[in-house]
């Protein structure tokens, strides 16, 4: 079936109402008025409708004519974005680029990068996403992500690229009324074993879900992110290990105290991963940027490299 509402005709519609004539339009549109004046009158024959009430001096739109104008309009509109995003893959530029960041990490840097790359590519669209422990790999692996930023320990599998970022310290730390404060550091395993630990649960779908810094023969809560567990523990209703980066404020003002174990948790390496046969120019992009960084653990974020 042909199509009875063509561009053509809604770049006509479009451009008589904004230049308010038919001959304005002709010009704006490098034809003859003759032409304009049969493209909109084939449109009204096609559709059997009058578009424009010429009973006037000046044709105006009927109600149907501006029902028809409105519509086209966001069709004129997704055509233009149509072509853009096609011409966009042509010239290597992602439609859209999917970034996962590990929840041990801070959200602002990476929105800098984003900042930064919107300047010189605002087409791209950016989709981020928060994983945890595995879940990061996860994501990358089933294609959920193109580039994942705080990735823990090795890729499970092969066919990825890494960056080493840095290591990021965990201290135990607890509310500052708990009962643990009291007692002598360091303190003994035996010692907490009588209080729930607070763990973010592994985000993973299909790798084997992993927890870290588990003390066993206790209670657990889970939560769904490390913003979520430094709450809960300011709050008391646990203990456990955080990322040494994210707490600073909480322990400036008093609300967490940190404790030393005699099983210290050790550091914990963190990466920027990406598929190796990607060769997206905004993928391309970021691990350029990326690669210029590392996790700095005085500023607890990630910084250009010194």
Same mark, same amino acid.
């Given at each position: ?40 009158? &084939? ?75 919107? &300047? ?96 066993? +023969? ?61 060769? +997206? ?24 490299? &010194?």
């Amino acid at each position: 079936m042909p199509l009875l509402i063509t561009l053509e005709a809604l770049q006509t519609l479009d451009a008589i109402e904004r230049r308010q004539s038919f001959a304005a339009a002709a010009q704006e549109l490098h034809r003859v008025p003759s032409a304009v004046s049969y493209t909109i009158n &084939k449109l009204e024959e096609d559709l059997g409708v009058a578009l424009f009430d010429r009973s006037r001096r000046k044709a105006e739109l009927t109600p149907i004519g501006r029902l028809v104008l409105e519509q086209g309009r966001q069709i004129l509109k997704a055509s233009e974005e149509l072509t853009t995003m096609v011409r966009q893959a042509a010239d290597g530029w992602e439609i859209e680029l999917r970034i996962c960041i590990e929840s041990v990490l801070r959200c602002e840097p990476i929105y800098e990068l984003i900042k930064a790359f919107q &300047k010189i590519q605002p087409k791209t669209e950016i989709r981020l996403s928060e994983e945890v422990l595995s879940g990061s790999w996860d994501a990358l692996i089933d294609d959920r992500c193109d580039l994942v930023i705080g990735a823990e320990g090795m890729p499970p599998t092969s066919g990825f690229a890494m960056h080493t970022l840095g290591e990021v310290a965990f201290d135990f730390a607890v509310a500052a009324e708990h009962p643990l404060t009291q007692l002598p550091s360091p303190l003994p395993t035996s010692a907490i074993q009588d209080y729930p630990t607070v763990i973010v649960a592994d985000s993973s779908q299909r790798l084997a879900t992993r927890s870290l810094g588990l003390l066993d +023969g206790r209670s657990r809560i889970y939560v769904p992110s490390i913003e979520q567990k430094i709450q809960a523990q300011c709050q008391g209703l646990g203990v456990g290990y955080l990322p040494r980066h994210r707490i600073t404020q909480e322990v400036a003002d008093g609300r967490l105290i940190p404790l030393t174990l005699d099983t210290p948790r050790a550091p914990v390496a963190i990466s920027v991963a990406w598929q190796r046969n990607n060769t +997206g120019k905004a993928l391309r992009w970021f691990v350029e940027q990326l690669k210029q960084m590392e996790f700095n653990p005085e500023l607890g974020d990630l910084a250009v490299k &010194k």
